[in-house]
C-alpha cells in the first residue's frame, strides 16, 4: 500500500511538473480506461552532440559564441539549439562540489542537436528518465528563423522539482509552441546540479576546507549559465539588456534568490517566479545536520570519502533519506550562508536588495493539494501531523494556538484542514510577504491569484498546475485531467509575455486575445491589489476580497521558511 501511494505521489508530482508521461497511470488509478501503466518517456535521449570537422553543416543554422559555433536544428520556422555547454569544463571528477568553471574561447563547430544529460537525482522524475551524469551544465535555446531588426526580449526558464530532482529534458519544457506564438522573444531553458552535487554543506568535514561553495553549488551554475546568455545571446538576436529569469517551485525560488544577489543584476532585469520565494532556504545548521546523516548513512567520515561513493548510490540514498518523492523530506535547499545569499532572505527584501528587479509573482489556490493528492489522505494526514509537531517546538504557545486555531476553523474535512494551512505557510503568505516586502523596499511588484481547478480528485488548483497552459502545452492534461480555457491560457501567456517585454503586463485591448484590456496594478501596501487569474474572469482585486493570507493566524509563519 505505501509503495502504492508513493508511485501516485511520484506520478501526481511528475504530472505537476510535466503534464505529459504519467497520464496512463493516472488514467490507470482512476480507472479512466485500461491502458497499459507507464511513468517512463515515451522516447529516450537519442544522442550526443559531436564536433563538426568536416565542415559539412547548413551555415544558416550556426551561430558563433565565445565557445564554439553551434549549429541548430530547424523545424517549421523554429530553430532549436539544444545542450550547448556553459561552463569551461564540467563538473565532475575533482570538480565534483567545485564552483562552475567558466568558458574560454573556442573556434569549433559543434551540435547542438540533443539535450544534455539531467543532473544526478533519485528516481521519479522523468527528465531523469532520459538519462543522467554529472557532466550535465547545458542550455538549451529557441528562436524563429529570421534576421530581426531589433534585438528580441529573452526569457530564461529555471525549473522546479524541490532542488532535488528536474532538468531541461522534461517535455513539458520544450518551447517550441512558445516561440510559434511569440516570434519576438527568444526562450532559453538552464541546468543545475541538484541534491547533493548541487546543495551539500561540506566545510565542516575534517577535509572540506576545499569545498566552500559546496552548499550553493546549484546556484552559482545558475549565474553562470545567466553570465553565458548575457554574453552570447546577442548572436541569436536576443537583447541581453532585457533578459527575465522565470521559474516555478523550486525554479521560483530561485528566481527569487538570484535577485538578492548582486552580481546577479547584471545579467537580467526582471523575475517571474512562479510559487517560489526565499522560504525554500535553510540556515547552516540546518544544512550540517543533513550532511551528516547522509555521511552516517553512508558510512563515510570525510569528502574523500564521499567521493568514492559511486553517483547512482548516492543519489539513491539521499533520495531514501529526504527524497522528494520518496518521502516528501523537503531537507536540501540552498543554504542562507551569508556568502552568497543573505542570512535572512526575508529582510534582504525589505532592505531593498532586489529593488532594482521588477517582478511579477504569485501563487495557486490550493498549493499543496498536489502533495495531499500525491501521497493519499492517510499518508497526507501522517506527514502532516509529523510536521506540525516537529515546527510546534519552533513556535512560541501563542503561535501554536493560532496555528491551531487555523486548522480548526478551515473548511473541509481533515485532511483538506491541515492542507491548507501548508499552502498558507509555504506558499501563499510567502508570495504575499514577497510583495509587500518588495513594495516597503521601493520595487515593482506584480502578483497573481491562479484559481482554475483539476477535474481529478482531491487536487483542485494545486501546486505547478499552471505549467501546461504557460508553456503552451494544452495537449498535457495528466495533472488537470482537462484543458484549460485556450482563450483564459493565452491571455495568461500574453500576460507573462508582456512583462517580459516591458516590465508591466497588462494588456491593451488590441493585444489582449479576448479583446478586452486588462489592467494589473502594481501591488502597494495600502490596496494591496492582486490579478485573479480566474479561467473565465481575469480581473484585479484587493488581496482582502479574495483573501489569499490568513494575516493574523499564517502570516508569521513564513519565519520559518521551509522547516
Same mark, same amino acid.
Given at each position: 500500500m505505501r509503495q502504492m501511494k508513493m508511485l501516485m505521489l511520484a506520478a501526481i508530482l511528475i504530472c505537476g511538473f510535466t503534464m505529459t508521461s504519467c497520464q496512463g497511470f493516472i488514467d490507470a488509478v482512476l480507472g479512466v480506461e485500461d491502458k497499459p501503466v507507464s511513468v517512463k518517456p515515451d522516447t529516450e535521449q537519442d544522442g550526443?552532440? +559531436? =564536433?563538426?570537422? *568536416?565542415?559539412?553543416?547548413?551555415?544558416?543554422?550556426?551561430?558563433?559564441?565565445?565557445? /564554439?559555433?553551434?549549429?541548430? !536544428?530547424k523545424t517549421d520556422n523554429v530553430i532549436s539549439f539544444k545542450g550547448i555547454p556553459f561552463v569551461g569544463q564540467q563538473p565532475v571528477g575533482s570538480l565534483r562540489? +567545485? =564552483?562552475?568553471? *567558466?568558458?574560454?574561447?573556442?573556434?569549433?563547430?559543434?551540435?547542438?542537436?540533443?539535450? /544534455?544529460?539531467?543532473?544526478? !537525482?533519485?528516481?521519479?522524475?522523468?527528465?531523469?528518465?532520459?538519462?543522467?551524469?554529472?557532466?550535465?551544465?547545458?542550455?538549451?535555446?529557441?528562436?524563429?528563423?529570421?534576421?530581426?531588426?531589433?534585438?528580441?526580449?529573452?526569457?530564461?526558464?529555471?525549473?522546479?522539482?524541490g532542488f532535488e530532482v528536474g532538468g531541461t529534458t522534461d517535455p513539458?519544457?520544450?518551447?517550441?509552441?512558445?516561440?510559434?506564438?511569440?516570434?519576438?522573444?527568444?526562450?532559453?531553458?538552464?541546468?543545475?546540479?541538484?541534491?547533493?552535487?548541487?546543495?551539500?554543506?561540506?566545510?565542516?568535514?575534517?577535509?572540506?576546507?576545499?569545498?566552500p561553495d559546496a552548499q550553493n553549488l546549484g546556484t552559482m551554475d545558475q549565474l553562470m549559465a545567466l553570465k553565458w546568455v548575457h554574453n552570447n545571446i546577442a548572436a541569436f538576436g536576443g537583447d541581453p539588456d532585457n533578459v527575465t529569469i522565470w521559474g516555478e517551485s523550486a525554479g521560483g525560488s530561485s528566481c527569487a534568490?538570484?535577485?538578492?544577489?548582486?552580481?546577479?543584476?547584471?545579467?537580467?532585469?526582471?523575475?517571474?517566479?512562479?510559487s517560489g520565494s526565499p522560504i525554500m532556504t535553510r540556515s547552516t545548521e540546518e544544512a550540517i545536520a543533513v550532511t551528516n546523516k547522509i555521511m552516517d548513512a553512508l558510512g563515510c567520515k570525510t569528502v574523500a570519502d564521499l567521493q568514492k561513493v559511486e553517483p547512482r548510490k548516492l543519489s539513491d540514498k539521499v533520495g531514501e533519506l529526504f527524497?522528494?518523492?520518496?518521502?516528501?523530506?523537503?531537507?536540501?535547499?540552498?543554504?542562507?550562508?551569508?556568502k552568497l545569499l543573505p542570512k535572512d532572505g526575508w529582510s534582504a527584501y525589505e532592505e531593498g536588495k532586489a529593488k532594482d528587479i521588477e517582478i511579477l509573482e504569485g501563487c495557486t489556490k490550493d498549493e499543496f493539494?498536489?502533495?495531499?493528492?500525491?501521497?493519499?489522505?492517510?499518508?497526507?494526514?501522517?506527514?502532516?501531523?509529523?510536521?506540525?509537531?516537529?515546527?510546534?517546538?519552533?513556535?512560541?504557545?501563542?503561535?501554536?494556538?493560532?496555528?491551531?486555531?487555523?486548522?480548526?476553523?478551515?473548511?473541509?474535512?481533515?485532511?483538506?484542514?491541515?492542507?491548507?494551512?501548508?499552502?498558507?505557510?509555504?506558499?501563499?503568505?510567502?508570495?504575499i510577504r514577497l510583495a509587500e516586502n518588495q513594495a516597503k523596499a521601493g520595487g515593482k511588484v506584480y502578483t497573481y491569484y491562479y484559481t482554475p481547478e483539476s477535474?481529478?480528485?482531491?487536487?483542485?488548483?494545486?501546486?505547478?498546475?499552471?505549467?501546461?497552459?504557460?508553456?503552451?502545452?494544452?495537449?498535457?492534461?495528466?495533472?488537470?485531467?482537462?484543458?484549460?480555457?485556450?482563450?483564459?491560457?493565452?491571455?495568461?501567456?500574453?500576460l507573462w509575455i508582456q512583462f517580459a517585454k516591458t516590465g508591466n503586463p497588462s494588456l491593451s485591448a488590441d493585444i489582449s486575445p479576448d479583446g478586452k484590456a486588462k489592467e494589473w496594478p502594481l501591488y502597494d501596501l495600502g490596496d494591496k491589489q492582486v490579478m485573479v487569474l480566474d479561467e473565465f474572469n481575469i480581473h484585479p482585486a484587493k488581496e482582502s476580497e479574495v483573501k489569499i493570507v490568513d494575516w493574523e493566524n499564517t502570516y508569521f509563519l513564513t519565519k520559518l521558511y521551509c522547516n
Amino acid at each position: 500500500m505505501r509503495q502504492m501511494k508513493m508511485l501516485m505521489l511520484a506520478a501526481i508530482l511528475i504530472c505537476g511538473f510535466t503534464m505529459t508521461s504519467c497520464q496512463g497511470f493516472i488514467d490507470a488509478v482512476l480507472g479512466v480506461e485500461d491502458k497499459p501503466v507507464s511513468v517512463k518517456p515515451d522516447t529516450e535521449q537519442d544522442g550526443m552532440n +559531436k =564536433a563538426i570537422t *568536416d565542415g559539412n553543416y547548413d551555415k544558416s543554422l550556426a551561430v558563433k559564441c565565445i565557445n /564554439g559555433t553551434f549549429v541548430g !536544428q530547424k523545424t517549421d520556422n523554429v530553430i532549436s539549439f539544444k545542450g550547448i555547454p556553459f561552463v569551461g569544463q564540467q563538473p565532475v571528477g575533482s570538480l565534483r562540489w +567545485k =564552483a562552475p568553471v *567558466d568558458i574560454t574561447a573556442n573556434d569549433g563547430v559543434y551540435e547542438a542537436y540533443y539535450y /544534455g544529460k539531467a543532473p544526478f !537525482q533519485a528516481p521519479g522524475d522523468p527528465a531523469g528518465e532520459y538519462g543522467q551524469s554529472e557532466d550535465c551544465l547545458y542550455l538549451n535555446i529557441w528562436k524563429t528563423n529570421d534576421q530581426p531588426s531589433e534585438k528580441k526580449p529573452v526569457m530564461v526558464w529555471i525549473y522546479g522539482g524541490g532542488f532535488e530532482v528536474g532538468g531541461t529534458t522534461d517535455p513539458q519544457y520544450d518551447c517550441t509552441n512558445l516561440v510559434k506564438e511569440n516570434p519576438d522573444v527568444i526562450f532559453v531553458t538552464i541546468t543545475y546540479r541538484l541534491s547533493a552535487y548541487g546543495f551539500l554543506h561540506l566545510s565542516h568535514l575534517p577535509d572540506g576546507k576545499d569545498y566552500p561553495d559546496a552548499q550553493n553549488l546549484g546556484t552559482m551554475d545558475q549565474l553562470m549559465a545567466l553570465k553565458w546568455v548575457h554574453n552570447n545571446i546577442a548572436a541569436f538576436g536576443g537583447d541581453p539588456d532585457n533578459v527575465t529569469i522565470w521559474g516555478e517551485s523550486a525554479g521560483g525560488s530561485s528566481c527569487a534568490l538570484l535577485s538578492l544577489i548582486d552580481e546577479a543584476h547584471k545579467y537580467f532585469h526582471r523575475a517571474i517566479i512562479q510559487s517560489g520565494s526565499p522560504i525554500m532556504t535553510r540556515s547552516t545548521e540546518e544544512a550540517i545536520a543533513v550532511t551528516n546523516k547522509i555521511m552516517d548513512a553512508l558510512g563515510c567520515k570525510t569528502v574523500a570519502d564521499l567521493q568514492k561513493v559511486e553517483p547512482r548510490k548516492l543519489s539513491d540514498k539521499v533520495g531514501e533519506l529526504f527524497g522528494i518523492y520518496q518521502v516528501l523530506g523537503w531537507s536540501i535547499w540552498p543554504e542562507r550562508d551569508g556568502k552568497l545569499l543573505p542570512k535572512d532572505g526575508w529582510s534582504a527584501y525589505e532592505e531593498g536588495k532586489a529593488k532594482d528587479i521588477e517582478i511579477l509573482e504569485g501563487c495557486t489556490k490550493d498549493e499543496f493539494n498536489t502533495f495531499a493528492a500525491g501521497l493519499g489522505v492517510e499518508g497526507w494526514n501522517s506527514w502532516a501531523a509529523d510536521r506540525i509537531a516537529k515546527r510546534a517546538k519552533l513556535l512560541t504557545e501563542e503561535e501554536n494556538t493560532k496555528v491551531q486555531s487555523y486548522i480548526n476553523n478551515a473548511s473541509g474535512e481533515d485532511w483538506e484542514k491541515t492542507c491548507s494551512m501548508f499552502s498558507q505557510s509555504y506558499f501563499s503568505a510567502p508570495a504575499i510577504r514577497l510583495a509587500e516586502n518588495q513594495a516597503k523596499a521601493g520595487g515593482k511588484v506584480y502578483t497573481y491569484y491562479y484559481t482554475p481547478e483539476s477535474i481529478l480528485p482531491m487536487i483542485k488548483s494545486g501546486h505547478a498546475s499552471e505549467l501546461s497552459v504557460v508553456f503552451a502545452h494544452p495537449e498535457m492534461t495528466g495533472f488537470t485531467g482537462r484543458p484549460i480555457d485556450e482563450t483564459f491560457s493565452k491571455t495568461m501567456r500574453k500576460l507573462w509575455i508582456q512583462f517580459a517585454k516591458t516590465g508591466n503586463p497588462s494588456l491593451s485591448a488590441d493585444i489582449s486575445p479576448d479583446g478586452k484590456a486588462k489592467e494589473w496594478p502594481l501591488y502597494d501596501l495600502g490596496d494591496k491589489q492582486v490579478m485573479v487569474l480566474d479561467e473565465f474572469n481575469i480581473h484585479p482585486a484587493k488581496e482582502s476580497e479574495v483573501k489569499i493570507v490568513d494575516w493574523e493566524n499564517t502570516y508569521f509563519l513564513t519565519k520559518l521558511y521551509c522547516n
